[in-house]
């Protein structure tokens, strides 16, 4: 990739002296502002902000970037993953004219203002949302391959402090990055020296040099704070062909002299008038920038935040084209049929050029059943590794390339052990389809560090996130073909074993082709007046196998489907109640998932009716899935024996 | 640390002809049983367990242990981090005098036996349960690290896979030990170079040898079936200043011709007789040992599972003394009477020469109020870096030492970030106390990424942990206390702001010296008959201004503070709910947290009463606490003109 013109005309005029002497200039501005801002506010990150800010204005000096369009689909972008550097973040892009100087200076902080504490998308010209430390090289590697599959000409830059290069998950990123030749991203250390609790050596010693060579990446190490320097190290990373570590030596505080090498100004602001001196007042002076201090507390005070209307952006569909459901009449497992829809979604969408999905996978493919889309369309199956951290956030940064991302991995892995990417992900709008195989107890034999009984529990903590929760392979291929051209994060839970087919009372296939899915409406599987059972996934069959048994003893039992638990409509569940007796049946902690969902509808109806909840209530143990079911009593015979003993007193 | 006599003494006698020569013959026996029970589950890893099993075998001919009594403080331990290998541990257990073969072999991976799929530490010799990838060499860091400060001269054995190696929490675990100088801690990578997607270097290129020299680790590169190699590299890592890699070259398969170098052994198992001569049958013959299958089948089908009893072995309380209540009469923050108070503990626990308490951190330590104690028990005081993977999986472990564990942390790195480390030392049961503070949004201007609205939410994922919330600084102090002795999994939230502190109507102070705090028990701590309100943690202040508000309007609201919300005595909703209104109110996602627990309780008294829930419903802004709670609508004035809207129609 050889170093294209644009850069190389903006890259020539920036190191001209007169234009060097200006960088300079903006960045005595950039400090001035980044100290009255935390000051302003009273809080906030001066000391990493000035440490940063000389990196990041060499950058916007010499990248292909548009203030008026800061979307504009062939610019660079810059993933600050340090996010508490949001006063020299927001700083620079204001100096490089995404918005006004002052308003931002005034807002930083309040509540209402887009200004907010740590980086924030919402922000123009900010890319990735970030304050959780240690997933912006991760961003940065899904923006950067989402780039090198479209074959754009652009570079993605990730900017990081040198504390979180402690976090695991960035051993992960560098390793990614290698493997997909990633030569298109380059990042920054803000190698300052200084941690929270004092130098990174006595926190936590690490070779950063050696472990980014260790992962075959180029090394370049230079004064964070010469520009010359900076812009240098920047031009030779365009033009390699590994990713590129820029380490750059910088001073905490950098400017101030009272504020250098001092790991105390990393969350403490200066006082405007203080008598030991150390005081904005005397760092204003130092810059030899004038003290319009009380006039920016005015601007403060007049801003009036509302109250929170709780909008959540609901991107448009992706021009997907979802296909025609395959109808499944024999036993089979969800997995297959996820794996199936997909590769037929994939045959409907490739034009040839260009298939707008992607797959991202962590060494399971076989077993999640993605195989096939890998087979046959390997340039967009991504294979991550056991590194499941990075690969959540990763996906979620590529989601947002026009791509529809999909992730699939065992519930554990998917969920459980990625949760705060997930939640980062959420925050960041991304678009991206968690497919979990092998959830539940039904998991078997893998035992109980497998058997993810909580996914409903974790996507209900998180605000934007829905679940969609197969009953059978039919409505497995439903679900996924609904979901085909949907944007926004979504997860989709299976067990593991072959289901029978789930039927109507006459035998006919429930969720043939004539079905339609629909979020938030449950499906009656049997009708029923003597008590009503709510199910989900993977036990659907053994519920209709306890209606059977309770017919046996003159119970008709009312079934209902939940496949999105989240939305229950409530005639559903009045006509459930008007039975006298309610039950929910799940694979699922029985705390967290079918159950609560169902409480929260009964006490907002204000129904009282008999209930109880079948689900696990420990962690389960190892062995065949009929086995566990069974030993956790969660058995159509236990259950069905329960609810008779219920009803019957 | 010298080698010490009795090891060498084992290592000279192991190395002698003779006895190399039994050893091989175990191996043969090994792969015997391996191959058996894999196959007679149809279930299991044969792949690995041949490849990991010479590596086992030679440790346990010399270390430290006692079949007859697996727990003895003074042995040597090894973890299997690769917990897939089951089959090999519990072959090399049984053959070391731990426990019957053949009833091993037979009841593997049986729902109801101990022997379940992934290693498990109800097996004796077992040390820690794993199956989620990329844990186990912190946990061997705890069990090193407790086995320094305790004085013990014991070796510490973590056995790797390589596909494991990608995960990043290993990169973490690699530095820790590196800046504790655990050379009593040495690892293994069962090196075969395959994984499920086929070699290593295909699914993700990695240089293990150079990643763990460039966190300063000793490596030594073996054959991993060679035992006189295999012997002395034990050997030399036990005398050395800095921990030891193995880099074992190991052969999937190994053992068996048609097995060898073919990824798909790693989680099939052979069939008794197939066509192709790959089957057990021929292995056995290959082995050149008799064939009892059909009597193990037998052996096999007279084991009988028992359902479930759902038990949870509660350890004994710690032999901690908690000291006499601090009691505030000032506005103060609850992290500052956490580290108050574990100071205090600790000063009445210090014997001078041992102090039973240890404190693990993440770079936070002056925000999390742990700063008193490492100033003066710097030796119990752990810093652990940005690093919180592998910090909760290391101080867990560390925990079942027999010190009281705390891991202090901000809501989002200690339980967000961390969940499925959690998770894995519930089943653990570990001895942890995580103490998050900066929860809620009463976190403020560091905005959404890190306000912990979920922890209540987490916890409740979990099956063994509990969740303990004080609503003001007496009421902390009181809590940590009554934790101080106690063994398991517990996690204490706080906010961020000093707190009033909570009063009787009468003025006094309500969590004074006379106040013992009770698990389960909820605290009226305003009388009323109009309404009754719960509410938890630091919005109690405020729920107790929204009484007074109402009282203006003659609504006499009933205030209960929850402070164990898993928990909440069904007479207290009874006389809640007699008032005909119920209301929550929560710094936490409304679905899953307060509300939630209260909603379960409702619907199993079938009480029907006007209910809403006030709580978070999206991701809250940046900005000061109060400012932030009025954005989300949570401030005392709209949450009682909506009680007020709502009691008044």
Redesign the interface.
């Known amino acids: 990739m050889p170093i294209n013109t644009a850069f190389k005309l903006k890259y020539d005029s920036i190191t001209l002296p007169e234009n060097i002497l200006a960088l300079k200039a903006q960045a005595i501005a950039a400090r001035t502002a980044i100290l009255k801002m935390t000051s302003l ?1 009273g ?2 990150h001066p000391g990493g902000s000035l440490s940063t800010i000389d990196l990041l204005l060499s950058l916007y000096s010499v990248i292909e970037h548009d203030p008026r369009n800061p979307s504009k689909p062939d610019r660079d972008k810059i993933v600050i993953s340090h ?1 508490h550097v949001s006063p020299a973040a927001y700083t620079a892009l204001s100096l490089n004219g995404y918005f006004e100087l002052n308003q931002m200076i005034s807002e930083f ?5 887009i200004y ?3 980086v ?1 998308p919402c922000v123009p010209g900010i890319e990735w ?6 997933q912006g090289l991760s961003a940065g590697c899904g923006f950067a391959l989402a780039n090198k599959i479209k074959g754009y000409d652009n570079h993605v830059y990730v900017l990081m402090g040198d ?2 290069q ?7 990123a560098r ?2 990055a ?2 997909f030749q990633l030569n298109n991203l380059t990042a920054f250390v803000d190698y300052n020296k200084l ?3 004092g130098t990174c050596d ?6 950063i040099k ?2 980014f ?4 990446w180029q090394v370049l190490e230079i004064d964070g704070h010469d520009l010359l320097q900076i812009l240098a190290a920047i031009k030779s990373s365009r033009n390699n062909a590994v990713p590129t570590l820029i380490l750059a030596h910088t001073v905490m505080g950098k400017g101030i002299s009272f504020m250098e090498n001092d790991e105390k100004w990393h969350g403490q602001t200066l006082p405007y008038k203080a008598e030991n001196g150390c005081d904005l007042v005397s760092a204003l002076a130092e810059l030899n920038q004038p003290d319009d201090f009380l006039h920016l507390q005015e601007l403060r005070a007049k801003f009036t ?4 209307s ?1 909008p ?1 952006t609901t991107n448009p569909d992706l021009p997907v084209i979802s296909g025609k459901h395959i109808n499944y009449e024999q036993k089979t497992d969800n997995r297959s049929a996820w794996g199936n829809a997909l590769v037929d979604i994939a045959e409907h969408n490739n034009t040839g050029e260009f298939l707008p999905l992607a797959v991202f ?1 962590c ?5 999640v059943k993605t195989a096939g889309f890998r087979e046959k369309y390997p340039q967009n199956f991504f ?5 499941e ?2 690969t959540v956030t990763c996906a979620g940064a590529f989601s947002q390339a026009g791509f529809q991302t999909f992730f699939s991995d065992f519930g ?2 998917g969920i ?5 990417q997930q ?2 992900n ?2 960041n709008d991304t678009n991206l389809k968690i497919i979990l195989t092998h959830v539940g107890i039904d998991v ?7 058997q993810c009984v ?1 996914y409903l ?2 996507v ?5 996130f829905k679940c969609l929760i197969p009953a059978d392979p039919n409505q497995t291929d439903h679900i996924i073909r609904w979901l085909a051209a949907k944007n926004g994060n979504y997860l989709v839970p299976m067990g593991r074993s072959k289901l029978d087919i789930i039927r109507t009372p006459e035998g006919d296939i429930f969720y043939g082709d004539d079905y339609v899915f629909e979020y938030g409406k449950a499906d009656l599987l049997r009708d029923g007046d003597t008590a009503a059972l709510f199910v989900m996934g993977t036990l659907t069959n053994k519920a209709l196998k306890i209606a059977g048994l309770l017919k046996q003893q003159n119970i008709n039992l009312q079934v209902w489907n939940v496949s999105t638990p ?1 939305q229950i409509n409530p005639e559903v569940v009045k006509q459930a109640a008007a039975t006298g007796y309610i039950f929910t049946y799940e694979d699922h ?1 029985v ?2 998932g079918l ?2 969902c169902l ?2 509808e ?3 109806l ?6 109880k909840a079948f689900g696990v ?8 899935s009929d ?2 079911y ?4 969660l058995d159509p015979e ?1 259950v069905s024996s329960e609810i008779i003993d219920i009803i019957k007193g």
Chains 1, 2 share one sequence.
Not at 363 to 367: F, I, K, P, Q, V
Not at 383 to 387: F, P, V, W
Not at 617 to 624: E, L
Request: proline share 2%; hydrophobic share 30%; glycine share 12%.
């Open positions: 506010a809080s906030g996010g902080r309040l509540a209402g203002s907010e504490g740590h924030e949302a970030s304050g959780n430390l240690g504390g979180e402690q976090k695991g998950q960035i051993s992960e390793r990614f290698s493997k941690q929270i609790s006595s926190v936590m010693p690490q070779d050696a472990e060579l260790a992962d075959k935040s509302g109250k929170c709780l959540h996978d060494d399971l493919a076989g077993s294979q991550s590794g056991i590194m951290h990075h554990v892995f459980d052990e990625t949760y705060n939640r980062l959420d925050i078997g034999e893998d035992g109980k560090t497998h909580d529990g974790q209900r903590n998180m605000f934007n989240q902690n705390h967290t159950a609560s409480q929260a009964l006490v907002n204000q129904l009282a009716v008999k209930f209530q420990n962690y389960p143990v190892s062995g065949n086995a566990v069974q030993y956790c009593w236990t």
